[in-house]
């Protein structure tokens, strides 16, 4: 890119930088400083806004420039990460979001603990929810450091680095600052940039092949280099039974995670009654499902416009083939359209980055006060408030994301999504679930089913070609491969739910009848909710 475009992209940049700074320094202004208004944002905000919020927190890094990429790269089976995400959110609001706004406060420990012995309950479940945000964290920051080193002409590693550290440096003041608030109104903000870039280069896209969507099905196909076989599906998960089973094992997490992550569990508390947090749902899978739908033909765009081979020289694993869609689609390298329509994408997709990794670290840090502090602390040491140990573990949380996005920073950032949300079906969907419908359910049963799930899923990972083994890994210099499939959760899945099923018949403790009784009534009707 010229020095003319590089700047563009910078002011826009900056332009929404210092937009979100002024909405966080404006709640810190204005806030109590209580645990509930910074979890949960004092629950004022409306279905709408909540809609909009969620919508904003799940449209990530990964959909807007992993999936995009991976579509154009392996066509249908990279679709099929779109279709996971949005299948997912039947998922959450048939089985999940009311029942979980009745029964918790903050964190998801607050809905298992409420029938069972809370201290072992909370230090699993709080555990969990920040290695899940973690992973998730992760697949965001790289995503970040893609996106900036295109922007700025420079693909070297310390453009990468110091673009991850400035992301980073940038999540810690947000949630620090703001909390739940700030949080929020930065994802509102972020959900109508990107739905309204996204909507603007998909109309590009389809009038550039004349509303014709076969056309630009068969032109795709045609600049792939495999012909009709790349609309159809085992490009990517068809070569062997290996990766037949990566792609189920995909697909279980992509479609059960979601329902566990702790970033979206937490969205649930920020509004007044269990109808709102039904209704916010519905908004959002209003908008979630528009945006996957549209991510399709912006993948297939970049497959047919700019082709596999350049997205492929720009970034390996694809991450940039919905800005190098927008240059073309704006008229090209050295015209003015095509700087101005490259920098607004890249502005968006920064935004979304930033207004997620928000999101997300504040649950993780929500967990680490609400749950671990508040569990580890010794009865007579001095009680610190728990939002100060939130803030301060942002910063810790903050620090640890940074090291391992930097380390992952060549890997798709939707793939390193489909390994966090196998981490959240494996470790938080089993002791969500049986905490809400199975009345024999021990604590036993809770702190085996998290555990059960998540040391699997995480020595499954290690072991597998994502770390080592492989050019593409993590460590590509060794070799201590052993599980063959890249997504964990066809095992640790089902193992996390068989754990806290044993836990239970095997435990001596007799299940409280009457909480669960109160528990129950309180999910299905809201009686006695927060």
């Not at 703001?178 to 309204?196: E, H, N």
């Not at 037949?244 to 566990?260: E, K, Y």
Request: contains cysteine.
């Amino acid at each position: 890119m010229s020095g003319t475009h590089q700047t563009l992209a910078l002011v826009l940049f900056s332009v929404f930088i210092a937009v979100t700074l002024g909405i966080t320094t404006w709640v810190s202004r204005n806030r109590h400083g209580s645990a509930e208004e910074f979890y949960a944002g004092g629950r004022l905000f409306s279905p709408m806004e909540n809609g909009f919020a969620i919508a904003g927190d799940y449209m990530s890094a990964a959909s807007f420039l992993g999936i995009s990429g991976l579509i154009a790269l392996f066509g249908y089976d990279g679709l099929l990460y779109s279709v996971g995400f949005l299948v997912a959110w039947l998922v959450v609001l048939l089985l999940v979001a009311e029942l979980v706004r009745n029964c918790g406060r903050f964190t998801l420990a607050d809905v298992v603990a409420a029938r069972m012995s809370e201290r072992p309950v909370r230090i699993a479940a709080g555990a969990s929810s920040v290695i899940v945000s973690i992973f998730y964290l992760v697949a965001q920051m790289v995503g970040a450091g893609s996106l900036v080193a295109l922007l700025l002409g420079r693909s070297g590693a310390a453009t990468q680095v110091w673009t991850v550290i400035g992301v980073g440096a940038l999540m810690i003041i947000y949630v620090s600052l703001g909390g739940m608030r700030a949080t929020t109104w930065i994802q509102i903000v972020k959900a109508v940039l990107l739905l309204g870039g996204t909507i603007a280069l998909t109309v590009l896209v389809l009038v550039r092949f004349h509303g014709d969507f076969d056309r630009l099905l068969l032109t795709a196909a045609e600049r792939s280099g495999h012909g009709i076989d790349f609309l159809a599906p085992g490009l990517k998960y068809g070569a062997n039974w290996t990766s037949r089973f990566d792609f189920i094992s995909l697909g279980l997490a992509l479609v059960l995670g979601t329902a566990g992550l702790p970033h979206i569990l937490s969205r649930f508390y920020t509004v007044p009654t269990a109808r709102a947090a039904r209704r916010s749902v519905v908004w959002s899978i209003g908008l979630i499902g528009s945006f996957y739908l549209m991510t399709i033909v912006l993948g297939f765009g970049a497959a047919a416009i700019v082709g596999p081979d350049t997205v492929r020289q720009s970034n390996a694993a694809g991450n940039t083939a919905v800005p190098l869609l927008a240059l073309d689609l704006g008229g090209g390298e050295e015209s003015m359209g095509g700087a101005v329509l490259f920098a607004i994408v890249g502005a968006v997709a920064f935004a979304t980055i930033l207004a997620v990794v928000a999101g997300i670290t504040l649950a993780s840090s929500a967990s680490v006060a609400h749950d671990l502090y508040a569990s580890l602390r010794r009865k007579h040491a001095k009680q610190r408030s728990e939002v100060a140990v939130a803030r301060v573990a942002a910063v810790g949380i903050g620090i640890v994301a940074i090291a391992l996005g930097i380390l992952a920073r060549e890997l798709n950032v939707a793939f390193l999504v489909g390994l966090a949300f196998a981490v959240a079906a494996s470790a938080n969907l089993p002791v969500l679930l049986y905490s809400l419908f199975w009345r024999n359910f021990t604590t036993r049963g809770a702190v085996w089913a998290v555990y059960g799930g998540l040391i699997p899923a995480l020595v499954l990972v290690v072991l597998s070609p994502v770390v080592s083994g492989s050019p593409e890994s993590l460590i590509p210099g060794v070799d201590f491969q052993f599980f063959p499939l890249q997504n964990p959760g066809i095992i640790s899945i089902p193992l996390g739910f068989l754990a806290g099923w044993i836990g239970t018949v095997t435990s001596s403790e007799k299940a409280d009848e009457a909480r669960h009784a109160e528990t129950e009534v309180r999910s299905l009707t809201g009686a006695g909710a927060v």
